[in-house]
């Protein structure tokens, strides 16, 4: 069973902020802002992989490594969870992307309920947090509609499996891979 925990209480949070390092405070107010973690690597010249380190390390400390979704502004709806328009963003259903994240479809369902309220305990934030990454490469790459598409398909680099296969098991991460080589001009 996934366990939800809340988050900490405004002074607790003010007294973790205090103990960020400068540019940790830095990276998560870009992030607060709305930027996402290409942008946030544009503007303070850093490679992605340390702005996700920082972001890492400060929403940890801040008690959930799932504070906010680094997606296409334009996507976000009003009243909608940061988890729900993550599994809207890849076309999945609930039970789909349950099976993507380690959780239960009930479980999902009570974290889109919930919206901003609760924080996934951290196996399944990590897998929420990988699953942003491929969104914002995917669509950054393809766009919405196409991204959706390059989430069903079967490709030749991830030896002729659909991507959501490759999602769902041990060997995720060649996707991202499979996605920055696209990204870089490579074959899709």
């Known amino acids: ?16 902020l205090r103990s960020l390092s400068p540019r940790e405070r830095e990276v998560l107010s870009m992030a607060a802002g ?23 390390t400060a929403l940890a400390r801040l008690g959930g490594d ?4 680094t997606g296409d502004r334009s996507s976000r709806g009003a009243g ?3 988890v729900g328009r993550l599994r809207a963003e890849f076309g999945l259903s609930q039970e789909r992307f349950a099976r993507l994240v380690g959780a239960s479809p009930r479980t999902v369902a009570r974290w889109e309920a ?17 699953l942003a990454d491929v969104r914002d490469l995917g669509t950054a790459t393809f766009g919405a509609d196409r991204f959706r598409r390059f989430v069903e398909s079967r490709q030749p680099l991830l030896e002729g499996r659909r991507v959501i296969e490759v999602l769902e098991g041990e060997h995720r991460h060649e996707v991202l891979d499979l996605l920055h080589g696209i990204a870089a001009g490579g074959p899709a």
């Open 66 to 69: 799932l504070a906010r979704s």
């Open 80 to 82: 909608q969870s940061e």
């Open 1 to 16: 069973m996934t366990h939800v925990k809340t988050l900490p209480d405004p002074n607790e949070i003010t007294s973790v």
């Open 34 to 56: 709305g930027l996402t973690t290409v942008e946030i690597g544009e503007r303070l010249s850093l490679p992605r992989a340390r702005v996700n380190a920082y972001l890492k």
């Open 114 to 130: 919930a919206g901003p309220r609760v924080v996934p305990e951290p196996a399944a934030a990590d897998r929420l947090a990988f």
